[in-house]
């Protein structure tokens, strides 16, 4: 079962959008990293995590995800010395400011985020469940392999299901 906020991220993927799954490579770790650092650099002060299926070291969308933990208020005290490095942002939220783009053949998914926002804390909670169980860590590669050159909808529809079945997540009636 997915949320209301999911559905409504689903029904922006475009239907022809086919999901590629690679699998992990220590280059696209490598370069992730370089981004990890080139950003503490940057905004020494603020913690900076990489997440997803490279720092997980499984099988991916050649995708790099970092966030960047900052209280919302302050946000714009180190808003412009991102924008330096990622330009303009594509989208800017109550609790987090998203940065999207591609460089060196991979997809950047950036995000400045209140470290007490939901998002944040499910996020951080379903990678360290993760990362301390291989079981769980070897189903989550292989639920990403079944969707390989399949709907890109379907792939995440089943990717919030399972996340959502491992956090537990409650649904209002």
């Given amino acids: 079962m997915l949320t209301e906020k999911q559905v409504k991220y689903i ?4 239907e022809s959008r086919k999901a590629k799954i690679t699998p992990f490579d220590s280059k696209s770790l490598l370069v992730a990293q370089e981004m990890v650092e080139k950003i503490k650099f940057v905004v020494p002060d603020l913690e900076v995590n990489l ?15 970092i966030s960047i933990y900052c209280e919302s208020a302050k946000y714009y ?76 909808r379907q792939y995440q529809t089943a990717k919030f299901e399972f996340f959502n079945k491992l956090l537990k997540v409650n649904y209002p009636n």
């Fill in 77 to 152: 005290q180190y808003f412009d010395s991102l924008v330096k490095i990622f330009g303009k942002p594509n989208r800017e939220l109550e609790h987090a400011i998203k940065w999207q783009f591609m460089e060196k053949e991979h997809n950047y998914d950036i995000n400045l985020i209140d470290p007490g926002a939901d998002f944040a804390k499910r996020n951080a909670r379903a990678f360290d469940i993760l990362k301390n169980n291989p079981a769980l860590l070897h189903e989550y590669e292989e639920l990403k392999w079944q969707f390989h050159g399949k709907s890109y």
């Fill in 11 to 14: 029904a922006t993927i475009p």
């Fill in 51 to 65: 997440f997803g299926s490279l720092a997980l070291r499984i099988a991916g969308e050649k995708d790099v995800d």
